[in-house]
């Protein structure tokens, strides 16, 4: 591993790691309707929206590694499958359909917090953790809601520090995916040009006009 | 590069979840032992003191914040408390005969709860981060003598059992949490049944209580203490809100309001006990 990219990943670590401290210490305490935010899964939701699939996938799985070491009642793994599963349709989503403007953080850290709960639960239930939905089915779309509104809430100070971590002058492929044409480095031309996909889909549309 | 050269999005995904399903097999396959419990155990190790730090540093901060969030229903409950505080008062010459009736009847059933089991004293320094967990963290481990499954009382009553043990550390898995069971006994009517955790602010759930037994909303449950239970006889557990009959059912619906206070527990005894040392 480049030095840059040994950076870059020394940084993305540093900054799960205190969202780990944050989440078990801080987040605790934040109560709303009984509910804590999940800093963990917003971490998942930023990684992919700001690096894009690969990063999303990469950083999501860690993120959910590092959430499994706190939790006593379900699998070690499960949180890394439910959170890889999130920032990759996150990443897909920016690299596709969106365009990343920080304006748009908070929508998309609602949206992909919503999914991550429900993905979460899906799985966990799949693999016969019945606990999870044993609270019944308006108790967890309150969870959801309520995750998501404190995902809102810090959205733009974790997409910001993002930014900052996955900030550098090569692509780190073989250290956090592909972490990065867009997020290192080139992060400016990344928000002037869409993304190929989407560009094909807006010529094809023009030529059909 | 060369977008050639780039590992592809979906191989990379499917790489990832292939090593998530193998982790989850693993963790599965080994139970409450192994790696991912030892791995789980250290880093409560490593992070209790710093969680412990933080947290007194930063709960006044999150408690201002829940405070200013939870403003209507703090006030809400604080109207209720004071109706109830002066029911209370009005109550409380009656309710003195009917303590020294309770004794009588603990003393009877053989009930004195906690007479001879050996406990040690512990305080909560942090809570559970998940929402789908209910956990304490108390800042006493294994040097105390504490194990995996010992039950946890307060003042009140049971609040949990232990589930996973650092050296300086125990995590108490709370009553209300989904996965937690406990075999209880109504004071009263002396029925039979299995208390289930609901999740966070709702009601446990007795199970396993036949039609024909005489339950009454507001009767006392403790741990029935039967054979193969986790917990000694006759710990209070809760007092029954609800009991329903379905029609054509063998099983009554009864549900349960525990006794302790779960959401704010502070300090805790744990019961240095097991079913097969009594």
């Not at chain 1, 930023?46 to 699998?75: E, K, N, R």
């Not at chain 2, 409450?32 to 901060?61: C, D, K, T």
Request: proline content about 5%; aromatic content about 6%.
């Amino acid at each position: 591993m480049s030095g840059p990219s040994a950076r870059r990943a020394l940084r993305v670590l540093g900054l799960l790691l205190v969202g780990l401290v944050v989440q078990t210490t801080f987040g605790a305490d934040l109560r709303a309707h009984t509910f804590a935010p999940d800093i963990m899964l917003l971490l998942a939701v930023m990684a992919g929206f700001s690096g894009g699939a690969d990063a999303g996938t990469v950083i999501g799985f860690g993120s959910g590694l590092l959430s499994d070491l706190t939790l006593q009642g379900t699998p070690f793994g499960l949180s890394a499958l439910a959170f890889c599963l999130v920032g990759f349709a996150v990443g897909w989503t920016r690299d596709n359909l969106l365009r990343t403007r920080l304006a748009i953080a908070p929508l998309v850290a609602a949206g992909g917090t919503l999914f991550g709960v429900f993905v979460f639960v899906a799985i966990g239930y799949v693999l016969g953790q019945s606990q999870l939905v044993t609270p019944g089915k308006r108790w967890l779309v309150v969870l959801a809601v309520v995750e998501a509104a404190w995902s809102v809430v810090f959205s733009l100070p974790v997409a910001w520090l993002f930014e900052l971590a996955l900030r550098g002058p090569q692509l780190p492929v073989s250290a956090l995916g592909e972490v990065t044409s867009a997020a290192a480095g080139d992060t400016a031309s990344r928000r002037r040009v869409p993304a190929p996909r989407a560009r094909r889909r807006r010529r094809a549309r023009a030529k059909v006009r | 590069m060369p977008a050639a050269r780039r590992p592809r999005g979906r191989f990379l995904l499917l790489l990832v979840v292939l090593a998530g399903v193998t982790l989850v097999t693993l963790s599965g396959r080994s139970g409450n032992g192994g790696v991912f419990a030892r791995a789980r155990s250290y880093a409560a190790q490593v992070l209790g003191p710093v969680q412990s730090g933080l947290h007194s540093a930063l709960a006044p901060v999150g408690n201002f914040i829940s405070g200013a969030l939870e403003y209507r229903s703090l006030e809400r409950q604080n109207q209720l408390l004071r109706q109830e505080l002066a029911a209370q008062q009005s109550a409380a010459v009656q309710a003195q005969s009917q303590i020294a009736q309770a004794d009588q009847v603990l003393a009877q059933e053989h009930l004195g709860y906690l007479a001879k089991v050996p406990t040690v004293a512990a305080q909560v320094v942090d809570v559970g981060g998940s929402n789908f967990e209910q956990t304490v963290e108390v800042n006493r481990g294994s040097s105390s003598g504490i194990v995996v499954g010992q039950p946890v009382v307060d003042g009140g009553g049971l609040i949990g059992s232990v589930t996973s043990v650092s050296r300086h550390l125990a995590t108490v898995t709370l009553l209300d949490n989904p996965s937690f069971s406990v075999g209880v006994r109504d004071v009263r009517s002396g029925a039979v049944g299995v208390a289930l955790g609901e999740g966070q602010g709702n009601n446990d759930q007795v199970i396993n209580v036949n039609v024909g037994q005489r339950v009454r909303k507001g009767d006392y449950l403790v741990t029935s203490g039967l054979p193969l239970e986790h917990f000694p006889a006759g710990v209070p557990v809760g007092r029954v809100s609800s009991v329903f009959s379905p029609v054509g059912g063998f099983q009554l619906s009864v549900s349960m309001h525990p006794i302790a206070d779960l959401a704010d527990v502070q300090f805790v005894r744990v019961l240095l006990w097991s079913p097969q040392t009594g």
